[in-house]
């Protein structure tokens, strides 16, 4: 990843000089604004202190004097996209630029070094680097585990408490659970955790099954493998192979399970991509990939019905586990929701609006609208009409900050 090193040293003099930038105004545009409504064409996005301060027709919109014009006619503008299932500590901050030129504008980090993710945001506030906006868990919580770094190793119900409380003192935003968490520790953590108002995202504990983490009101459920481990661990299994737990999810009990989450309000991470990436275009032994190949495709077929049943979902990459790539395997993610049966627009939505309504800030981010920060993609294509087109960046506005990348690409590539 260092040979983007050379793009980072061409936004950080941006990220001053884009300051002067910050009353803007995008005209003759196609808006998608992310709220449902059809696209808007031949539009005007006037963009002032940071935020989004008018949006309408191009012929009605009046353009305040002095204002920044970029032409936007034949361009598409959707909302800045989060990646609500990252690492950054583990990608480092050579993530910053490649979530940036992917506009990847947002990023919820499920666990890693508070302190050091901590100095990244502020710097990010302060304007001394580019980057997204973070929402972070700091340390996961988990059970003992071997070799693994950011862990409060928690055994007792009474250590889930205390860490619920050495979180809270910390000000983390909310508490990433991780698979070796004992599942009386878990139950605890998830009373202590609703008492003290932290919501908690939960890489499903060995031995709790996802209906009862649901049940116990955890946030968010991430990858959708795990409904297959819970199948094989819950109370009563009968499944013995993630082929028959696969099965056992896709048939009546998966559907009632899927009620369950919408009933309940618990929101689903699926991080198809991960999956794919980790298990099945990583194999290089056909043995293997066959079986996997089709539990990928199996597990696909399991969003479509969780999407169809109306469990809320967002979209996650994970990285960088699996060898993920910042920014780029979010656009993955969102195609292979569009390969589970979501419209283009619902997969649009599944990285913006449904970020924002999780976070409780429809307000501030996840569509074009007045008062949102201006947090938004120029694409050179319609993604409505090909999710692929996400990917056709020309420009990405940060938080008012305009970032023609088209340009910097070119720059980048005659400067080497
Ligand atoms: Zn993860």
């Not at 878990?186 to 504990?205: G, S, T």
């Not at 060995?206 to 199948?231: F, M, P, Q, R």
């Not at 309000?265 to 089709?294: I, M, Q």
């Amino acid at each position: 990843m260092r040979k983007w090193f050379p793009l980072f040293c061409l936004l950080f003099p941006l990220a001053t000089s884009a300051q002067k930038d910050k009353e803007l105004a995008i005209t003759h545009v196609t808006v998608i604004d992310c709220t449902g409504a059809a696209p808007s064409p031949n539009s005007t996005v006037i963009i002032g202190n940071g935020h989004i301060s008018g949006v309408g027709p191009s012929d009605r919109v009046t353009i305040p004097a002095g204002v920044r014009v970029i032409d936007g006619s034949g361009k598409f503008l959707i909302p800045g996209l989060w990646d609500m299932h990252g690492h950054l500590t583990d990608a480092t901050e050579d993530a910053f630029p490649l979530l940036i030129l992917n506009g990847v504008t947002g990023v919820r980090d499920m666990g890693g070094d508070l302190a050091q993710i901590d100095r990244w945001r502020s710097e990010i506030d302060r304007g001394l680097r580019v980057g997204p906006h973070i929402i972070r868990a700091g340390p996961f919580v988990d059970g003992p585990k071997g070799g693994v770094s950011n862990r409060l190793t928690v055994r007792t119900p009474e250590e889930a408490r205390q860490a619920v409380h050495n979180l809270k003192a910390k000000g983390v935003d909310f508490i990433k659970v991780h698979n070796a968490l004992p599942p009386e520790a878990f139950f605890a953590l998830m009373e202590e955790a609703r008492k003290e108002h932290l919501p908690v995202a939960v890489h499903l504990p060995k031995g709790v099954s996802s209906a009862e983490a649901s049940d116990a009101g955890v946030a968010s459920l991430e990858h959708i493998e795990t409904i297959n481990e819970s199948a094989l661990w819950r109370k009563g299994a009968t499944a013995k192979t993630v082929e028959q737990a696969v099965d056992e999810n896709l048939g009546p009990a998966g559907q009632e399970l899927f009620q369950r989450f919408a009933k309940n309000g618990t929101w689903y991470v699926p991080t198809l991509v991960a999956y794919e990436r980790g298990f099945v275009l990583w194999s290089n032994d056909p043995e293997s990939l066959k079986p996997r190949l089709d539990v990928h495709e199996k597990q696909i077929e399991l969003v479509r019905k969780m999407h169809k049943a109306g469990v809320p979902i967002m979209t996650g990459s994970d990285f960088s586990d699996w060898a993920l790539v910042p920014g780029v395997d979010l656009h993955n993610e969102l195609a292979l929701l569009v390969e589970a049966g979501f419209s283009p627009m619902e997969a649009l939505q599944a990285a913006t609006l449904n970020p924002a309504k999780f976070l409780g800030k429809t307000d501030t981010f996840g569509t074009i609208q007045v008062r949102r920060v201006a947090d938004l993609i120029l694409l050179n294509a319609n993604p409505l009409e090909d999710i692929s087109h996400t990917r056709k960046i020309n420009a990405v506005v940060l938080g008012g900050n305009f970032y023609p990348l088209a340009a910097i690409r070119a720059q980048s590539l005659t400067s080497r």
